[in-house]
T-cell receptor, first 115, second 114 residues
Framework: ETGVTQTPRHLVMGMTNKKSLKCEQH?????MYWYKQSAKKPLELMFV???????ENNSVPSRFSPECPNSSHLFLHLHTLQPEDSALYLC??????????????FGSGTQLSVL | QQQVKQSPQSLIVQKGGISIINCAYE??????FPWYQQFPGKGPALLIA?????SEKKEGRFTISFNKSAKQFSLHIMDSQPGDSATYFC?????????????FGQGTTLQVKP
């Protein structure tokens, strides 16, 4: 157990559905991240939050909407997704951006299938 | 210039053998090079990391070799065990203003045969 919990573990949704992914960290970290992991591709950074403020949006389509109400919780709201958005979505946390070369702690991910 | 290229894509090694995974980068501003290990159904976990001021770092059976002039680094797993079977990702980032923006390689799936 890494201290980063993601729910749900699996999600199947239609292209017109709206769903949310949830991430919670119990490590006292102040930075949280969303990564996308597709088969045979490198992990892609999507969003970074540091002390609840978004500090990075890696040109992610607006059908993905992140929310960080506090340093322990991170959400990814999904709407009108495309089949190519099917992937493993990983949440991670770390101390904060001022820590040089900080270690990322990943959750187990949500395996998303868009039909 | 932001890419990290990793090879091979997959690797099969006999138990007790040496597993070697290679990565190459272009951006000379990168100064932190971690390796992450991912088991099926789990997220990646930091395995070992190196900074460019040293050429080698060893932790148990895992060793990173770093060649700054060639802009390459590699992971060596000595005495490979079936429990090492996983996907391995190299990554790179800049320390200055680091926001956890690791650039990952494509991953290498390692299978260690008993």
């Amino acid at each position: 157990e890494t201290g980063v919990t993601q729910t749900p573990r699996h999600l199947v949704m239609g292209m017109t559905n709206k769903k949310s992914l949830k991430c919670e960290q119990h490590l006292g970290h102040n930075a949280m991240y969303w990564y996308k992991q597709s088969a045979k591709k490198p992990l892609e950074l999507m969003f970074v939050y540091n002390f609840k403020e978004q500090t990075e949006n890696n040109s992610v389509p607006s059908r993905f909407s992140p929310e960080c109400p506090n340093s322990s919780h991170l959400f990814l709201h999904l709407h009108t997704l495309q089949p190519e958005d099917s992937a493993l979505y990983l949440c991670a946390s770390s101390q904060d951006r001022r820590q040089k070369g900080e270690k990322l702690f990943f959750g187990s991910g949500t395996q998303l299938s868009v039909l | 210039q932001q890419q990290v290229k990793q090879s091979p894509q997959s690797l099969i090694v006999q138990k007790g053998g040496i597993s070697i995974i290679n990565c190459a980068y272009e951006n000379t501003a990168f100064d932190y090079f971690p390796w992450y290990q991912q088991f099926p159904g789990k997220g990646p976990a930091l395995l070992i990391a190196i900074r460019p001021d040293v050429s080698e770092k060893k932790e148990g059976r895992f060793t990173i070799s770093f060649n700054k002039s060639a802009k390459q680094f590699s992971l060596h797993i000595m005495d490979s065990q079936p429990g090492d079977s996983a996907t391995y990702f190299c990554a790179a980032s800049r320390r200055a203003g680091n926001t956890g923006k690791l650039i990952f390689g494509q991953g290498t799936t390692l299978q260690v045969k008993p």
